[in-house]
């Protein structure tokens, strides 16, 4: 593995279960609006999210449109009328409460930390949910910088998500950085497109679609092994 200098990474599923925190916030959101909470009404609700996510990747939809209008557009399908903004604000009030990490996330950032690397966040998301979330659990320190879409004002795929992050870091160079997320369309697509190298965080071994990454591990503990070959050609 080649030397970096400069590690980009995602937050969430990436460092931060968000899964986790997503279904707990949905349980609450949804009970509170009389809406079952089962496997299909998830799975409905995480489709039409993807979707629109998708929408904002491409640049065809405004994460502002989104935020407005998906819950108000889902609990119609359950004959509910809601304001949408009013159930926005409650659903991200109950996003800022979750802060799970994935398996080996501590262990990892402490490592990377101790043998010198910049580490810094790149998300797509909102300013003061992600905050929170790395405050509470007790991370943020690990991080020099926090670039997320909201206060950066473009979401990644755009390279100029990434040109914002390479301004704030002159000492930063296409070879020695490297961007580390799960989402194939976001984090290593737009790394591709901003000619830097990634790694693929794929727990499901999922297909590629077309999309290659410079690396590809499983877990957490996998990237440390990974990353390790380096640390040890630091010491």
Do not use: C
């Not at 993807?50 to 609990?75: P, V, Y």
């Not at 410079?214 to 990353?227: R, S």
Request: aromatic residues 10%.
């Amino acid at each position: 593995m080649k030397k970096y200098d400069f590690l980009i990474f995602d937050l969430d599923d990436t460092l931060l279960d968000f899964q986790d925190t997503e279904i707990k916030a949905l349980e609450s959101l949804f009970k509170k609006y009389e809406v079952p909470f089962n496997e299909e009404s998830v799975s409905a609700y995480k489709a039409m999210n993807k979707k629109l996510w998708a929408e904002i990747e491409k640049g065809s939809l405004s994460k502002a449109d989104l935020l407005n209008q998906r819950f108000a557009a889902f609990f119609e399908l359950y004959e509910k009328k809601v304001d949408g903004q009013l159930a926005e604000k409650e659903y991200r009030s109950l996003l800022n409460l979750g802060h799970k990490m994935l398996d080996g996330a501590l262990a990892l950032l402490t490592a990377l930390k101790n043998h010198g690397y910049t580490i810094v966040a790149g998300t797509n998301g909102i300013g003061i949910t992600q905050r929170q979330r790395l405050t509470d659990a007790k991370i943020i320190d690990f991080f020099d910088d926090l670039f997320i879409s909201e206060e950066v004002g473009f979401e990644k795929p755009n390279t100029q998500f990434f040109e914002a992050i390479f301004k704030k870091y002159p000492a930063m160079t296409k070879e020695n950085t490297l961007m580390i997320g799960d989402s194939l369309t976001s984090d290593i697509k737009g790394a591709t497109n901003s000619g830097i190298d990634s790694v693929w965080m794929n727990p499901t071994k999922a297909p590629h679609n077309g999309i290659e990454s410079t690396y590809e591990v499983q877990t957490l503990d996998e990237l440390l092994a990974l990353l390790g070959e380096e640390v040890a050609s630091m010491e």
